[in-house]
């Protein structure tokens, strides 16, 4: 049985900043393109970043990019996700995902087509 068991999320002042972990169990950690998505109240949700760590790939939507790292434990198949300097419209459901390299490639990690995805995590950032 695949599982995604997220952690990390909370409430943080503007300019402060999270660490999200997604430890995942049940399938071959390294053969996915793994990262997170997140849905703002009354928003479509949105890719926010992935990796795939064979390859050292690493993509950021540009809404995070400079504040966001995205890192994993292969050892620990757990991803992370850094959050630093945080904007009140970083607000959002924080879900991790997982998508078979293929699809990554053909569809791409933005299409939000993942084969496996968690429960989510809720980021909420004050002003």
């Known amino acids: 049985e695949v599982q995604f068991v997220e952690s990390g999320g909370g409430l943080v002042q503007a300019g402060g900043s999270l660490r999200l972990s997604c430890t995942t169990s049940g399938f071959d950690f390294d053969d996915y393109v793994i990262g997170w998505f997140r849905q703002a109240p009354g928003k479509e949700r949105e890719g926010v970043s992935c990796?795939?760590?064979?390859?050292?790939?690493?993509y950021y939507a540009d809404s995070v990019k400079g504040r966001f790292t995205i890192s994993s434990d292969s050892a620990k198949n757990t991803v992370y996700l850094q959050m630093n300097s945080l904007k009140p419209e970083d607000t959002a459901v924080y879900y991790c995902?997982?998508?078979?390299?293929?699809?990554?490639?053909?569809?791409?990690?933005?299409?939000?087509?993942?084969?496996?995805w968690g429960k989510g995590t809720l980021v909420t950032v004050s002003s």
């Open positions: 990796l795939y760590k064979p390859d050292g790939l690493t």
């Open positions: 995902a997982a998508q078979e390299l293929r699809a990554y490639y053909d569809k791409g990690w933005f299409s939000g087509e993942m084969n496996y």
